[in-house]
T-cell receptor, first 109, second 114 residues
Framework: GQNIDQPTEMTATEGAIVQINCTYQ??????LFWYQQHAGEAPTFLSY??LDGLEEKGRFSSFLSRSKGYSYLLLKELQMKDSASYLC??????????WGAGTKLIIKP | TAGITQAPTSQILAAGRSMTLRCTQD?????MYWYRQDLGLGLRLIHY???????GKGEVPDGYSVSRANTDDFPLTLASAVPSQTSVYFC?????????????FGPGTRLTVL
């Protein structure tokens, strides 16, 4: 079966750095996406990785290791507005997205 | 640009009744998707359409049907609603089924079936 695993909840302090991990087992791999979802709102796109390595976009970075079936999302200089759920999704061999259940990130002052 | 709109925002429906959730996008995206999101579970694909005139089944298609008569609209119909269909439904679209094109999501419809 196909499976995406990520921690259910994490807590971090404003101004700090947090790393959200995602491991996956899917039938095929055609890219990995990270989305942000604030409570009661729609998911919004953050990043995309298809090759191994780090993709940096402002305060957010995403890393991929295809051989390990592993990715992480790194958030720097945390702000209160970063309190949200972060969703990891893998595009499988059928070009459909398989989604993790999401990691709820709580930012404390 | 509105992006993707969904209607209604929320709905309470009696079991056994039918309902159509509407989704319209103005980005001229080829591909459109319907997901349901339940607490503790990832988004699950119900149906998708790679281009106007074609549709396909996702992970959880039973009890749902879709049509794609044109590029912009992708309605989702529940023929006879059951309580297990209580969920938040998101419509999404993307420019293509391939490459790194991300999916854009509508605001969602919160459906309660009693």
């Amino acid at each position: 079966g196909q499976n995406i695993d990520q921690p259910t909840e994490m807590t971090a302090t404003e101004g700090a750095i947090v790393q959200i991990n995602c491991t996956y087992q899917t039938s095929g791999f055609n890219g990995l996406f990270w989305y942000q979802q604030h409570a009661g709102e729609a998911p919004t796109f953050l990043s995309y990785n298809v090759l191994d390595g780090l993709e940096e976009k402002g305060r957010f970075s995403s890393f991929l290791s295809r051989s390990k079936g592993y990715s992480y999302l790194l958030l720097k200089e945390l702000q209160m507005k970063d309190s949200a759920s972060y969703l990891c999704a893998v595009r499988d061999s059928n070009y459909q997205l398989i989604w993790g259940a999401g990691t709820k990130l709580i930012i404390k002052p | 640009t509105a992006g993707i709109t969904q209607a209604p925002t929320s709905q309470i429906l009696a079991a056994g009744r039918s309902m159509t959730l509407r989704c319209t996008q103005d980005m001229r995206h080829n591909a459109m998707y319907w997901y349901r999101q339940d607490l503790g579970l990832g988004l699950r694909l119900i149906h998708y359409s790679n281009t106007a005139g074609t549709t396909g089944k996702g992970e959880v298609p039973d009890g749902y049907s879709v049509s794609r008569a044109n590029t912009d609209d992708f309605p989702l119909t529940l023929a006879s609603a059951v309580p297990s269909q209580t969920s938040v439904y998101f419509c999404a679209s993307s420019d293509s089924e391939g490459a790194g094109n991300e999916q854009f999501f509508g605001p969602g419809t919160r459906l309660t079936v009693l």
